[in-house]
């Protein structure tokens, strides 16, 4: 990445620079000691004008260490922009992938039990389609929130892309997954969302798949998928 202003030249060729048009020999560079014996100079060296170029010296280091520390508040920030999804307060699938890798590992190292659980929005298409995207994105927007409030701070929700969303549970078996996937649903589906005067009930389908260490990310995703889906037809009937 190139990073605009900044200085490219390595440190010893700005201390050989500055010193010797300061008029100053430059002896190496020791491994300790104050800052002058760190430069190889001697107190003999140390002229009003090698002591300016000093001063200029350290000040451009200190400027230099300030924009590497800003730099790295924006790449967090932008890293933190780039694992959100772009609707609601949840992470993305990008995100969630790398945080069901890590979960996996760590189940593989500790043998710790963890599941996912895939959710999907009954009938987006047709609330798009009566009553406009604005009316979609309000009912996305109230699962994800729903589902964020209803799991614990070490549980991880995401949303899939569309009108699906995943949701990490540690510390859970496929037993207890079933269960907690239960009462997401009906925390979800307790209250209908409002949307200006329209009010309409939401109606989620799920599936559970345990993470396994021998498992990739992406086939427990498509487990829980393939479960959800079978859910959903069961419910109708074929």
């Known amino acids: 990445m190139k990073i605009t202003g900044a200085r490219t030249e390595p440190f010893a060729g700005l201390r050989r620079r500055a ?16 800052t002058a ?47 959100r999804d772009a609707l609601t307060p949840l992470l993305n699938r990008r995100a969630l992938i790398r945080e069901l890798g890590r979960i996996r590992t760590f189940a593989r190292r500790y043998g710790a039990s963890a599941s996912l659980v895939y959710f999907d929005l009954d009938d987006l298409k047709g609330v798009n389609d009566r009553f406009g995207h604005a009316a979609g994105d309000a009912a996305l927007k109230a699962v994800a929130e729903r589902l964020a409030a209803n799991v614990r701070d070490s549980d991880i929700v995401g949303r899939m892309g569309g009108d699906e969303f995943a949701v990490i549970l540690v510390q859970a078996n496929a037993q207890v997954a079933e269960a907690k996937a239960a009462a997401l649903a009906a925390a979800v589906e307790g209250e209908p969302m409002t949307f200006g005067d329209w009010r309409a009930p939401l109606h989620l389908a799920w599936g559970v ?16 998928d393939r479960a959800m889906f079978e859910r959903k037809r069961a419910r109708r009937g074929g």
Not at 19 to 34: M, N
């Open 19 to 34: 010193l010797e048009k300061a008029g100053a020999e430059v002896r190496g560079t020791p491994q300790s000691g104050d």
């Open 37 to 83: 014996a760190f430069l190889g100079l001697t107190q003999a060296d140390l002229t009003p004008p090698v002591q300016a170029a000093l001063t200029t010296l350290l000040s451009e280091i200190d400027e230099l260490r300030g924009e590497v520390g800003r730099l790295k508040v924006k790449l967090a920030e932008a890293e933190g922009l780039a694992d």
């Open 209 to 224: 798949r345990e993470i396994t260490a021998d498992e990739e990310p992406e086939a427990i995703v498509e487990a829980a």
